[in-house]
T-cell receptor
Framework: AQTVTQSQPEMSVQEAETVTLSCTYDTSESDYYLFWYKQPPSRQMILVIRQEAYKQQNATENRFSVNFQKAAKSFSLKISDSQLGDAAMYFCAYRRDYGGATNKLIFGTGTLLAVQP | NAGVTQTPKFQVLKTGQSMTLQCAQDMNHEYMSWYRQDPGMGLRLIHYSVGAGITDQGEVPNGYNVSRSTTEDFPLRLLSAAPSQTSVYFC???????????????FGEGSRLTVL
């Protein structure tokens, strides 16, 4: 069974600095998707970034980028120029590429990010 | 843009009571699912559906019941609530993943349930 591990329950970063959140996963599949979701205090789940396993290039969305190491099964999230609004719980998630069967996401336990002014 | 709508947002139940969490989406998504979120455990899949009339169990289905009579609605039923079911519940929907889309999940705002 696939598993997702986030080993950092809490992280802290100074405003305008850079922080990296770690995520590792275990799978025997070769085709899959990886996601980072943000959950602010409002509880809403917001998709931050997505990575397709078949793509070697790391995904980037504005200040958010990932370091995807397929062989090491590692998928870290880097937040540059941190802002107060980045304070949230961040979840790493995995989905097997069934090619149309189901869309089940497997989540990690989350990393609570605090941003210090 | 309604997206995924969950009701109620908050609910307090007594042990043994039953209730239904409602979920509706207006995006014509085939796939719908229910997760529960507990501290230190992330989100865990309860039940899911790939279309009207089709449901299946996720990781933690015990104590919960679902049905999918329409594409839009996917209610989650607690038949006899227990304190262990105190949690935040999320409904999520998406198009089925395929060649032309990645099956991105869209989440509702969550429902906080407390069972005394």
């Amino acid at each position: 069974a696939q598993t997702v591990t986030q080993s950092q329950p809490e992280m802290s970063v100074q405003e305008a600095e850079t922080v990296t959140l770690s995520c590792t996963y275990d799978t025997s599949e070769s085709d899959y998707y990886l996601f980072w979701y943000k959950q602010p205090p409002s509880r809403q789940m917001i998709l931050v970034i997505r990575q397709e396993a078949y793509k070697q290039q790391n995904a980037t969305e504005n200040r958010f980028s990932v370091n995807f190491q397929k062989a090491a099964k590692s998928f870290s999230l880097k937040i540059s120029d941190s802002q107060l609004g980045d304070a949230a719980m961040y979840f790493c998630a995995y989905r097997r590429d069934y090619g149309g069967a189901t869309n089940k996401l497997i989540f990690g336990t989350g990393t609570l990010l605090a941003v210090q002014p | 843009n309604a997206g995924v709508t969950q009701t109620p947002k908050f609910q307090v139940l007594k042990t043994g009571q039953s209730m239904t969490l409602q979920c509706a989406q207006d995006m014509n998504h085939e796939y719908m699912s229910w997760y529960r979120q507990d501290p230190g455990m992330g989100l865990r899949l309860i039940h899911y559906s790939v279309g009207a009339g089709i449901t299946d169990q996720g990781e933690v289905p015990n104590g919960y019941n679902v049905s999918r009579s329409t594409t839009e609605d996917f209610p989650l039923r607690l038949l006899s609530a227990a304190p262990s079911q105190t949690s935040v519940y999320f409904c999520a929907s998406s198009r089925l993943a395929g060649r032309s889309n990645t099956g991105e999940l869209f989440f509702g705002e969550g429902s906080r349930l407390t069972v005394l």
